[in-house]
């Protein structure tokens, strides 16, 4: 009995973990959704658009055809890579579209 209570609870740990992990994983893997009003570039999302580059620190205003958009903020210590669809699912409509967010430059005035 004591052996199946153990297991039991277990389990459900490893299942929250997975769970956790997913969702990390997912919506704010990258950064975290922006205000409306603050970005420092726009990018526009096309039918021919299959990857974004972006960096880390930036703020970035993504728009499609139809005028929809997502203010995202990038936010990780290190390059990643990752999908628009995990944090704008409606710009990327079940496409694929990878983002791959660089380190932040330290020297910004670098070419």
């Known amino acids: 009995m ?9 389990a459900t740990l490893m299942m929250g973990a997975a769970m956790f992990a997913a969702a990390a994983a997912n919506d704010y893997a990258l950064g975290v959704r ?3 009003n ?3 570039r726009v990018v ?3 039918p021919e658009t299959r990857w974004v ?3 880390s620190g930036e703020t970035i205003k993504f728009v499609d055809a139809a005028g929809q958009s997502v203010v995202y903020r990038f936010d990780t210590t290190s390059w ?3 999908q628009l ?3 704008a699912p409606a710009l990327a ?4 579209i990878t983002v791959y967010v660089a380190k932040p430059r330290l020297n910004k005035t670098d070419g």
Do not use: C, M, P, Y
Not at 93 to 96: E, L, P, S
């Open 2 to 10: 004591k052996t199946s209570i153990i297991a039991g609870f277990a």
């Open 34 to 36: 922006g205000d409306e």
């Open 38 to 40: 603050l970005f420092a």
């Open 44 to 46: 526009v999302i096309t």
């Open 53 to 55: 580059n972006v960096e």
């Open 80 to 82: 990643a890579i990752g």
């Open 85 to 87: 669809g995990d944090f």
């Open 93 to 96: 409509k079940g496409r694929q």
